[in-house]
């Protein structure tokens, strides 16, 4: 009996030891930013995934359930097929050269093509119009030359 729930204790640290880590990464003490929100998001996934393969029964079950609840809090930030999927974390991540090899390139493109709106969207209004916009988006990025604004 007691080893039992031991093995239950143990495999409950294991569902949620990842969750406890990338939030400790994403509000960590040092420098933090939007554009780890995407991969450390995806790394709770993957984990999660990979222990509702490989967990016995009660374990497994728990990980599903706790993957199934993740997926649907996180869908606005790693989710391409969700309605409210923002793509704010996964620009921000393109734009990380630490970690813009974490997003795959079909991604990467839809972030690369909402970059070019916004500086066309930008460069289309007047001076004073661009400068209220860029003051509620508070990032300006330096690509190819030219400034992007998020």
């Known amino acids: 009996m007691i080893t039992k729930n031991i093995k239950l204790y143990e495999g409950l640290v294991r569902v949620t030891k990842p969750i406890r880590d990338q939030t400790e990464v994403i509000q960590g003490d040092g ?8 991969p450390a998001m995806l ?3 993957t984990q999660l995934d990979s222990l509702e393969a490989h967990e016995e029964s009660a374990v497994a079950h728990l990980a599903r359930c706790v993957n199934k609840e993740f997926k649907r809090r996180v869908a ?24 813009a090899c974490l997003v795959d390139d079909g991604l990467k ?3 690369e093509s909402a970059l070019l709106s916004m500086v066309r969207l930008v460069s289309s ?8 916009f860029l003051r509620f988006r508070h990032i300006a990025v330096l690509i190819r030359d030219s400034w992007v604004f998020l």
């Open 31 to 38: 420098y933090t930013t939007i554009s780890n929100a995407y």
């Open 76 to 99: 606005k930030v790693i989710d391409p097929h969700s309605p409210d999927f923002d793509l704010d974390y996964v620009v921000a991540t393109v734009l990380d050269p630490n970690i």
């Open 125 to 132: 209004f007047s001076f004073t119009w661009s400068i209220l």
């Open 43 to 45: 790394a709770i996934k």
């Open 109 to 111: 493109e839809v972030a």
